[in-house]
């Protein structure tokens, strides 16, 4: 059986994660809030984007359809 598939070891898979998980640089209380006040906003200015996206099509098709 030509190029067999390696066997899955789960505890290097472990080893491996907690390593990769070591090197992250995890935010500050100041960062992490900036973050999600980022996130906040962008959701809500998605939101009324489409909101008002919704409303104009909602209206012309009104007109159209009358």
């Keep these: 059986m030509a190029g067999a598939a ?3 070891d789960v505890a290097k898979s472990f080893k491996e994660t ?3 998980v070591k090197k992250v640089t ?3 209380r100041k960062e992490l ?3 999600t006040e980022v ?3 962008s959701i ?3 939101g009324a984007v489409l909101w008002v996206i919704d409303f104009i099509f909602g209206k012309v098709l009104n007109l159209l359809i009358k």
Aim: charged share 20%; no cysteine; proline share 6%.
């Design 18 to 20: 907690k390593a990769e």
């Design 44 to 46: 809500i200015l998605v």
């Design 39 to 41: 996130v906040i906003t």
């Design 26 to 28: 995890w935010p500050n």
């Design 6 to 8: 390696k066997r899955f």
């Design 33 to 35: 809030l900036q973050h």
